[in-house]
């Protein structure tokens, strides 16, 4: 999300349908209590989360235990 990827774009590198793709982000969003593309970025980064730790929390999205983001407001 944070290279501007699209959904479709996304769902081709992850190997997932744009559907699913729309879901974890939707996820995503909640768990990073934001509304929009670019707050969720700016919150990832500032929380420190990398690209490998965010595929690895979209992919495990379905899991029923997902990992928990780290909070770090300031």
């Known amino acids: 999300m944070a290279k501007g990827f699209s959904y479709a774009e996304i ?4 190997e997932l349908s744009t559907h699913t793709v ?7 969003y909640g768990k990073l209590e934001v509304h929009s593309r ?5 919150e ?6 990398s690209v490998e730790e965010g595929i690895r929390i ?3 999205a379905g899991t ?3 990992p928990r983001l780290p ?4």
């Not at 769902?11 to 992850?14: E, G, I, S, V, Y």
């Not at 729309?22 to 995503?28: D, E, P, S």
């Not at 990832?44 to 989360?49: D, E, I, S, V």
């Not at 909070?71 to 300031?74: I, T």
């Open 11 to 14: 769902a081709r590198l992850l």
């Open 58 to 60: 979209i992919l495990s």
């Open 71 to 74: 909070r770090q407001r300031g």
């Open 22 to 28: 729309a879901t974890h982000v939707r996820r995503i």
């Open 64 to 66: 029923a235990a997902p």
């Open 38 to 42: 670019g707050e969720a970025v700016y």
């Open 44 to 49: 990832a980064l500032a929380t420190g989360l």
